[in-house]
């Protein structure tokens, strides 16, 4: 089973096709859809942001499953396990009379989410592309627009029928349909090579196991440089509408800001995938961080014409990076060996960037105001910053064949899945 010609590139289209639908339907537009849930089925603010709460838990907390999912049983089950949970998930929030369905429904997809988003994504189109920056860069673009896509569908459809259970309903069926095309796409015979997207082993695997690369800083540096973006990016997008108001900006201005910010995002994406074959990782990321941080400086400062176009082009480009840069900085520090296990450790400590609206709203009702919110993510972004640029690169892991922990397999069958 090998991939010929241009089938790397539509496996590449199926999963960012699965991307772009969970981006689309889960919590970009959760957000949006909420008010309409409240007023028809009567449930209190507590109970409809507890959702979104067990939506980000069942994604973050469950994060290692899809990685031991994969190890065991392959890519095409994983999904078809995840593409389940996200039809089920949808389908009890379409169907919700009570918060305790919709509840349910939040954490199947978020469980859903986990099992067919970046983990396994990241994964196939890592062991599929020698340019790995290239291919990660065309798959967060595509799933970044998804959350572009997300919002205007559901408008679309409130204006036409005023029914958000029509949404969630077309969120079900398209979970079901681009579900079935990555799973296809990456079965046996098809989608996946030789090395079937699971646990390729060479003779000499330049690359660190999961038990040590854990254990040496290198790997928690990068860890809390994704976290450190993910939390910023979470604050400002829940607190930056209400703060720009309380400084006089119309609130359609400021979410229309925000839709703006998704769409720089989306595009620096591709380009940060283009970009990270040239200059090393760790700038990449560097140069997220150190836009998200300024970003934060930006929205306390006074006004003056440019700030907010100023504040959404860098929050836009560091959003958009960000995922770039950590993924392939996560690759290129501790090699391919353990990545799935090291990227979806990674995934599942970021869950802790949650607390950052909680801890900031805290802040915002002892101190009457968002400045001390903003000034906060900016210091962290900035001491990662200046930690990830004195880090130094681990040096090269190699694991020989010979090793009791290693599993040989010709080095034929790796050329194999990475041949044009």
Known sequence: MRLYGDGRFVVLASMSLLYFLLMAGTFNSLGIVLPSMVKDLRMNWAEAGFGFTLLGLGCGLASLVPAVSIRRVGVPKTLLVGTLLLVAGFSCMAATMTARLYHVGTILTGVGFCFCGTVAGVHVISKLF?????????????????????????????????????????????????????????????????????NIRTTNIIGWSAETAVRIPQFWVVVSAYTACLLINTSVHSFSVQHLSEQGVPVAHSAGLMGGIALVGAIVSGLAGLIGERVSARTLTLFALGLQALACIILILPDFPTRLGLFAICMGFGFGASYVGTAVLLQSWFGQRANLELYAIMCMVSTSAALGPALGGIMRDYSGNFVAVFIAHAII???????????????????????????????AAILDCHSN
């Open 130 to 198: 020698e340019r790995r920056s290239t291919a990660l860069g065309v798959y967060f673009t595509i799933g970044n627009l998804g959350a572009i896509a997300g919002p205007l569908l559901f408008f679309g459809v409130d204006g036409l029928i005023e029914n958000w259970r029509l949404f969630w309903v077309i969120c079900a069926l398209g979970a079901l349909a681009t579900g079935a095309f990555a799973i296809f796409m990456t079965r046996g015979g098809r989608g996946s090579g030789d090395c079937e997207l699971n």
């Open 381 to 411: 972004g900035m001491i990662v910053f200046v930690i990830l640029a004195c880090t130094k690169q681990p040096r090269a892991y190699v694991i020989d064949a010979d090793s009791p922990r290693a599993e040989s397999k010709p080095v």
